[in-house]
């Protein structure tokens, strides 16, 4: 039998499969149709402070092997998450993850100093990719500095360990890589969308009202690679890699980029069962290969 748990330091997860954010809901939706508790884990849709409704349809536009999204972030804020959705959510034996947004700095802050009261969280997964307003249009993760400053910020006040997940939408990922793991961050997780636009041609118009949102799905996934393959290269922290994952060799593909875990998220539309199939291939890849822990892949790739 493959042993295919991995080790991220601040905790073990049972397998590298973890469902993304935004793809994957607060995770009971798919209890229908999967079973929760096979999966290394789930991060639930990114939560603010308060409720929020996002930004006006159309929101979504499918593209040539991948999707647009401009949702906005909507969500239930931390106070209906705490009370209706965690209970539910700690029924099922699997690492559940919080993604935690921010306006600010000051609302990153303010999110986390309430979670850090509940149980059931294995970590926060900080999304310093979405829009924010310090820096006009840009979010922190665009900019090492405002990196730091965040992931600091949490760090200080944080009960739980912090992953940072990191934006594509920049010149050299390194930087910021570097900058989070300065700051204390216990991991990374990288790729958030890549900033993208589309147009119909009929009607002359964009295909997102917000114009702009955010590319996801296979056609990421060389980029995503790449860019996975430089962080793992630079920091001593665990990277979470995703983009465009959609079967099991897809994953280890990341994993000998470098990554400890990988993040489905685009797939879980296609087929809510994805995740549970990725765990499958990625047990079948080992066996065919004689690897006894898919550990041992990590950072393997020959150059
Ligand atoms: C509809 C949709 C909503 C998303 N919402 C979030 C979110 O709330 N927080 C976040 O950090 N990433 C969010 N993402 C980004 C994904 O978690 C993931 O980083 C990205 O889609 C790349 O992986 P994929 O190609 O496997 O989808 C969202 C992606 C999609 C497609």
Redesign the pocket.
């Known amino acids: 039998m493959t042993d295919l748990s991995v080790d991220l330091g601040f905790i073990k997860l049972k397998n590298p499969v973890i469902a993304?954010?935004?793809?994957f809901g607060y995770g009971l939706e798919f209890a229908p149709f999967m079973d929760l508790k096979k999966l290394g884990g789930f991060?639930v849709?990114?939560l603010y402070f308060s409720p929020r409704e996002g930004n006006p349809p159309p929101r979504?536009a499918e593209t040539p092997s991948g999707?647009i999204?401009a949702?906005g972030?909507q969500g239930v804020g931390v106070k209906n998450f705490a009370d209706e959705i965690l209970p539910e959510l700690k029924k099922y034996d699997t690492s559940v993850f919080i993604?935690v947004?921010g306006e600010d700095e000051e609302e990153y802050a303010r999110v986390v100093d309430f979670l850090n009261g509940l149980e059931g969280i294995a970590a926060y997964?900080l999304?310093i990719?979405?829009p924010n307003v310090k820096k006009e249009g840009k979010c922190p993760a665009q900019d090492p500095e405002a990196t730091y400053s965040v992931v600091k910020r949490v760090k200080e006040i944080s009960r739980c360990p912090v992953i940072t997940?990191l934006s594509p939408n920049v010149t050299d990922i390194v930087e910021i890589a570097q900058s989070a793991e300065e700051a204390g961050s216990d991991a990374i997780s990288l790729?958030?969308?890549f900033l993208a636009m589309a147009i119909d041609i009929e009607t002359q118009k964009t295909k997102i009202a917000n114009v702009f949102g955010?590319l996801?799905?296979p056609a990421?996934k060389p980029l995503a690679v790449r860019m996975v393959f430089q962080a793992a290269s630079v920091v001593n922290i665990p990277v979470l890699g995703?983009?465009?994952?959609a079967t099991g060799g897809d994953a280890v593909e990341f994993m000998l980029a470098g990554a400890s875990a990988v993040?489905?998220?685009?797939?879980n539309f296609i087929d809510p069962d994805a995740t549970i199939q990725i765990i499958r291939e990625i047990e079948t890849y080992c066996k065919n290969q004689n690897i006894d822990r898919v550990e041992e892949i990590i950072g393997k790739v020959q150059i």
Do not use: D, R, W
Request: glycine share 20%; with cysteine; aromatic share 0%.
């Open positions: 993304a954010s935004g793809t991060v849709k990114g979504i999707m999204n949702i972030l993604n947004c997964e999304n990719s979405c997940k790729v958030n969308t955010g996801s799905g990421i995703m983009g465009g994952i993040q489905v998220g685009t797939a």
